[in-house]
């Protein structure tokens, strides 16, 4: 498949605007649910039982824990990069028939 201008500019649209909310946000907070799914695969490889679960990087998880996902500075900077150089791109192809 391949892609047409429309689709790399909103694909452009898509990242700028993400690369602004990584900029703006300090901090996303997971729940409990998400938390627990993203340590499963961990503890299955460890050898935990279900009640204490362990997610890469950090320690032993109660069942009802919340998980703290700080991005890194770059990221919003790189995302808002890629984003407007596939805007631009998009610009420089011809319209689609």
């Known amino acids: 498949m391949e892609l047409n201008r429309n689709q790399y500019f909103f694909a452009g649209i898509l990242l700028v605007l993400i690369g602004v909310q ?8 997971l729940t409990p649910e998400v938390t627990q799914m993203l340590a499963k ?9 279900p009640p204490t679960l362990a997610i890469a990087g950090g320690g032993v998880l109660a069942p009802g824990a919340k998980k703290t996902v700080r991005p890194p500075e770059w990221l919003g900077w790189c995302l808002m990069s890629v ?6 791109h998009s610009l420089a192809m011809k319209k689609p028939d």
């Open 22 to 29: 990584m900029r703006m946000v300090s901090s996303f907070v």
């Open 41 to 49: 695969p961990t503890a299955v490889a460890q050898g935990d039982s």
């Open 83 to 88: 984003g407007s150089v596939l805007i631009l």
